[in-house]
T-cell receptor, first 112, second 117 residues
Framework: QKEVEQDPGPLSVPEGAIVSLNCTYS??????FMWYRQYSRKGPELLMY????GNKEDGRFTAQVDKSSKYISLFIRDSQPSDSATYLC????????????FGKGTMLLVSP | DTGVSQDPRHKITKRGQNVTFRCDPI?????LYWYRQTLGQGPEFLTY????????KSRLLSDRFSAERPKGSFSTLEIQRTEQGDSAMYLC???????????????FGPGTRLTVL
């Protein structure tokens, strides 16, 4: 079992839809949770960063962490075609918080 | 542009050849990371430096791979005797690690896409 599991998709939605992207993880020691967005043939860019459990909101994006279920989510409201990308969840690999382990990424396609 | 830069962006080589990639991090960042990403997968950690010191290497980093960061600024990743299985996107990231122990934010470069024929 990989440490971080993520459905690869693709997930296709119409413009304006609410999108839910999810990851599960196996290591209960993970404390920091990140979401990266990666456009085709580009490097990943950090979208959201949360610590421990709870919600964090930034504009149209909300990150949610449920440590009891080892489950994290990213919600995108009013999705736009420009949101079409691969979304990767990531967690620090070790207690030094230096290296990240990523999920496979979920490809999101938002059609106009 | 003050982001992470990588050179070259694309490299095509024949099996058995050596290749070298360069990464220039964000100037004030003290940590530099190398990751490898294959199609349909997330990035996988290879190695990282804090200043000049190489602090961690993944089991993925075979003895054909070597990375350096001689002056704590730019870094190079060399692959000797390339194999077709080395074909991937090689990503570099940098961060500013503080003593607080909080996870530091990694900023990624555009990557170098390697194709081994």
């Amino acid at each position: 079992q990989k440490e971080v599991e993520q459905d690869p998709g693709p997930l296709s939605v119409p413009e304006g839809a609410i999108v839910s992207l999810n990851c599960t993880y196996s290591n209960s020691a993970f404390q920091y949770f990140m979401w990266y967005r990666q456009y085709s043939r580009k490097g990943p860019e950090l979208l959201m960063y949360t610590y421990s459990s709870g919600n964090k909101e930034d504009g149209r994006f909300t990150a949610q962490v449920d440590k009891s279920s080892k489950y994290i989510s990213l919600f995108i409201r009013d999705s736009q075609p420009s949101d079409s990308a691969t979304y990767l969840c990531a967690m620090p690999l070790n207690s030094g918080y230096s290296t990240l382990t990523f999920g496979k990424g979920t490809m999101l396609l938002v059609s106009p | 542009d003050t982001g992470v830069s990588q050179d070259p962006r694309h490299k095509i080589t024949k099996r058995g050849q050596n290749v070298t990639f360069r990464c220039d991090p964000i100037s004030e960042h003290n940590r530099l990371y190398w990751y490898r990403q294959t199609l349909g997968q997330g990035p996988e950690f290879l190695t990282y430096f804090q200043n000049e010191a190489q602090l961690e290497k993944s089991r993925l980093l075979s003895d054909r791979f070597s990375a350096e960061r001689p002056k704590g600024s730019f870094s190079t990743l060399e692959i000797q005797r390339t194999e077709q299985g080395d074909s991937a996107m090689y990503l570099c990231a940098s961060s500013l690690a503080l003593d607080s122990g909080n996870s530091d934010t990694q900023y990624f470069g555009p990557g170098t896409r390697l194709t081994v024929l």
